[in-house]
């Protein structure tokens, strides 16, 4: 199982990927871990992350794990890797945006207390209906619960409870 969740920062990504790993035996890798903390390096075009996330979910692929894959991953920068490890992978795979108004990713950020980055760091980072073409995405809004977004990811991609 390779579950994709992509999004503006502060969408609830994250959470949502602790959350599947609470209920599953899964492997999370996340952009901003690898990106910011393991690398330290900016994002943009030609940046050593997109390389690092895929060999990294690739590697829990190929061990037996069920990965979930959260980040920004902006489809102008992370678009051709993610459709890589999409038609390369052998079971099911299922995209999720994370479709939010900034103002309300700046509120989930704010509720969260985070110091790490703030309000010109999430307009940076904030991309408007950021498609992935070529791709069937699940568009995820505001209006859903996080316990209602983790059904929804669990019945689209046929998780077994």
């Known amino acids: 199982m390779l579950v994709v969740l992509r999004g503006s920062s502060g ?3 994250t959470f949502i990927a602790q959350m599947l ?3 599953h035996d899964l492997a999370v890798v996340s952009q901003g871990v690898l990106r ?3 690398l330290g390096v900016d994002d943009g075009r030609g940046t050593p992350a997109v390389g690092l996330i895929d060999l990294v979910t690739r590697f829990a692929l190929d061990h037996g794990k069920h990965v ?8 102008d920068i992370y678009g051709p ?6 038609a390369d992978h052998r079971g099911t795979t299922g ?3 994370f479709d939010l108004p900034f103002e309300e990713t700046l509120r989930r950020h704010n509720s969260k207390g985070c110091t790490d980055f703030g309000e010109r760091e999430l307009r940076q980072w904030w991309r408007e209906h950021d498609v992935l073409p070529g791709c069937e995405e699940h568009t ?3 209006d859903q619960s996080p316990a209602a977004i983790v059904d929804r990811i669990t019945t689209a991609v046929h998780w077994s409870a």
């Not at 979930?68 to 489809?75: A, K, N, P, T």
């Not at 890797?81 to 999409?86: E, I």
């Open 11 to 13: 969408s609830g990504k």
């Open 21 to 23: 790993r609470d209920r």
């Open 36 to 38: 910011r903390e393991v």
């Open 68 to 75: 979930v894959l959260d980040g920004i991953l902006r489809s």
């Open 81 to 86: 890797m993610l459709h890589s490890l999409a």
């Open 95 to 97: 995209f999720f945006r």
């Open 140 to 142: 995820i809004g505001a």
